[in-house]
């Protein structure tokens, strides 16, 4: 026995309304709320230009790097939460970024959110 948890798998995501792939790692997912927690990486220069929200409710911590998102800079060791349909606009990690993230269930885009709060 190694003394080791259970190896990560990692695999390729495209998050929505992005074109640079990040590397997740699903931690666990509750197959009746869909609560789902993973690590993810985000390489240099990932960027979402699109203002998109969520439908649940989101937290998340950095592990490593920086996260811009909606005018704000993140940087590791704090805990942030987004409640579900907030509008995230303008999010960049220009050094790359390792994140934590819990969703409160299936997190499914809901851009047209965004566009609803904005008028």
Request: net charge positive; proline share 8%; charged share 25%.
């Amino acid at each position: 026995m190694s003394g080791r948890g259970p190896e990560l798998r990692w695999r390729t995501f495209l998050m929505p309304f992005t074109d640079t792939p990040v590397r997740l790692a699903r931690l666990r997912r509750d197959s009746v709320t869909t609560a789902t927690a993973a690590l993810v990486r985000f390489p240099p220069g990932w960027s979402r230009t699109a203002c998109v929200a969520y439908a649940s409710d989101e937290e998340f911590m950095l592990l490593s790097g920086e996260l811009r998102m909606s005018g704000q800079v993140h940087r590791p060791g704090v805990r942030v939460r987004v409640p579900g349909g907030t509008p995230r606009r303008a999010s960049s990690t220009p050094r790359g970024a390792v994140a934590v993230a819990w969703f409160t269930g299936d997190p499914g885009v809901v851009e047209r959110l965004c566009r609803a709060r904005e008028t």
